[in-house]
């Protein structure tokens, strides 16, 4: 069955950098579109960014573009998302998903961004 684990979340200061990884089994990685969606407390899920089956497109919510960027290595089968300049309001359980809306997702990686 799908398996999506995320890692690399914790507690960083405004203005630090984190890179999530994801990695995944159970279908074939390569063969889809994968993104990260969130979820901040108390709202419902975001999209956050997307990258296509071979890495030659990606998008992003207007929010985190020209700080965060999105990529994978499918001989890996893993997903990654670099933060870079994270605001308070990045704060969030960023999820590794296999559909835009995150129906199917991983359990989720905790990001806190505090002073």
Do not use: H
């Amino acid at each position: 069955q799908v398996q999506l684990v995320e890692s690399g979340g914790g507690l960083v200061q405004p203005g630090g950098s984190l890179r999530l990884s994801c990695a995944a089994s159970g279908f074939i990685f390569g063969a889809y579109w994968m993104y990260w969606v969130r979820q901040a407390p108390g709202k419902g899920l975001e999209w956050v960014s997307g990258i296509s089956r071979s890495a030659n497109a990606t998008d992003y919510l207007d929010s985190v573009k020209g700080r965060f960027t999105i990529s994978r290595d499918n001989a890996k089968n893993t997903l990654y998302l670099e933060m870079n300049s994270l605001k308070s309001e990045d704060t969030a359980v960023y999820y590794c998903a296999k559909d835009k809306a995150g129906a199917v997702r991983g359990k989720g990686t905790l990001v806190t961004i505090s002073s």
